[in-house]
């Protein structure tokens, strides 16, 4: 297995291995054991083949409940030893939700995410269970693009085992989106400014 944080799996263009930084107490988050990405349904044969030799064996399909990802299926893995969990994390059935964030273009921003952790800890919470009880191997977690539902998995977890903010807000920004900075300067802030103030507020 490599250690490199940046993953190449032909097919997906952002995916990482969340091991390597510096954790509480003196330990580093461990190689190998949990990596996030955008949709694998994206990946070749190649793909496939580089995601299972890096070991891992449950994929966690962060979804939206009451959204139509009919471009994005439930994932079907070439490996039968492969879990695959679909969580929903989000629900645009909840109007105010929607008016207030989903409705905007505010929703493929960093600025909803305080939102969404206030109004649905319990569905964060059973994304976080489904990594913690998952089976013997690596697990992927995954959205669309892997920015935001697996932004805020991915900040959640890195800071319940004591990574730094700012290392934290590292990682974030490795998921390069020049239309989320154009639209979070309209707003008058920055991607750092939003994902340290969410971070402070967990």
Not at 32 to 54: F, N
Not at 74 to 89: A, G, K, N
Not at 96 to 101: A, L
Not at 106 to 118: E, K, R
């Amino acid at each position: 297995m490599t250690l490199n944080r940046v993953l190449i799996w032909d097919g997906c263009n952002n995916v990482r291995d969340l091991g390597g930084l510096n954790a509480s107490n003196g330990y580093k988050t461990i190689w190998g054991a949990v990596v996030r990405s955008d949709h694998p349904a994206k990946l070749t044969a190649d793909g496939w083949s580089t995601l299972y030799a890096h070991g891992i064996r449950t994929i966690i399909s962060l979804r939206t409940h009451g959204l139509d990802e009919k471009d994005y299926p439930i994932v079907v893995p070439p490996y039968s030893d492969i879990q695959v969990i679909s969580v929903e994390i989000e629900d645009v059935t909840d109007k105010e939700f929607v008016e207030k964030w989903a409705s905007s273009e505010l929703w493929c921003t960093p600025l909803y995410y305080s939102d969404a952790l206030t109004r649905w800890q319990a569905r964060h919470v059973a994304a976080l269970q489904a990594i913690a009880q998952a089976r013997p191997g690596g697990v992927l977690f995954h959205c669309k693009r892997g920015h935001d539902r697996t932004g805020i998995i991915g900040l959640l977890l890195l800071s319940l085992v004591g990574v730094t903010p700012e290392d934290t807000l590292t990682d974030y920004e490795l998921s390069i989106d020049p239309e989320r900075e154009e639209i979070l300067a309209k707003h008058g802030t920055t991607t750092r400014d939003v994902i340290l103030k969410t971070i402070s507020q967990l």
